[in-house]
T-cell receptor, first 111, second 113 residues
Framework: EAQVTQNPRYLITVTGKKLTVTCSQN?????MSWYRQDPGLGLRQIYY???????DKGDVPEGYKVSRKEKRNFPLILESPSPNQTSLYFC??????????FGEGSRLTVL | DQQVKQNSPSLSVQEGRISILNCDYT??????FLWYKKYPAEGPTFLIS?????DKNEDGRFTVFLNKSAKHLSLHIVPSQPGDSAVYFC????????????FGTGTSLTVIP
């Protein structure tokens, strides 16, 4: 089954404690991206990757890191989480043109 | 600055009637537009798209209209069904930069049985 898998789905953490949200896709897509969804702001892009070892900033990259060492995986790293990073996060993948396929989301709370 | 705007946060429609969801954009470089549907506790799923070379695209009950001069697109759902109740996001992309999408803030559609 074609899918984008994110883990964890839910996480409560404390300020400053490093965490990683994993994302894996099984569709051999070149393109992967991370979004955050906040009330009244829609989906905002954090980082994206056009291919292995190629990443670039989206609209709201501050406080986040990513890496793309393999085509299927695109983890999102919060080195020192802060409460303003409390949000619903979505990973997505797709071809260079065309629609995106989204994961089910990871709800993160930073206390 | 929000480059894709959905000015109606919510919309209620009777079952069987038409639902019209609107979206405006500001960037004239956008040439590919999509609509996504999102249920609670799930990720967005692709619904329908349109390229700027067209002004209309249909897929079953769903039709997207694009007015490039007005920088406006709309999604029509006819007839609306209770299962269509969800949040709808429009998205736009300048395809010459690759697969980078800008999303609107979403419209929550409720179809009343």
């Amino acid at each position: 089954e074609a899918q984008v898998t994110q883990n964890p789905r839910y996480l409560i953490t404390v300020t400053g404690k490093k965490l990683t949200v994993t994302c894996s896709q099984n569709m051999n897509h070149e393109y992967m991206s991370w979004y955050r969804q906040d009330p009244g702001l829609g989906l905002r892009q954090i980082y994206y990757s056009m291919n292995v070892e190629v990443t670039d900033k989206g609209d709201v990259p501050e406080g986040y890191k990513v890496s793309r060492k393999e085509k299927r995986n695109f983890p999102l790293i919060l080195e020192s989480p802060s409460p303003n990073q409390t949000s619903l996060y979505f990973c997505a993948s797709g071809w260079r043109t065309g629609e995106l396929f989204f994961g089910e989301g990871s709800r993160l709370t930073v206390l | 600055d929000q480059q894709v705007k959905q000015n109606s946060p919510s919309l209620s429609v009777q079952e069987g009637r038409i639902s019209i969801l609107n979206c405006d954009y500001t960037n004239s470089m956008f040439d590919y537009f999509l609509w996504y549907k999102k249920y609670p506790a799930e990720g967005p799923t692709f619904l329908i798209s349109i390229s700027s070379i067209k002004d209309k695209n249909e897929d079953g009950r769903f039709t997207v209209f694009l007015n490039k001069s007005a920088k406006h697109l709309s999604l029509h759902i006819v007839p609306s069904q209770p299962g269509d109740s969800a949040v709808y996001f429009c998205a736009a992309s300048p395809t010459n930069t690759g697969n980078q999408f800008y999303f609107g803030t979403g419209t929550s559609l409720t179809v009343i049985p």
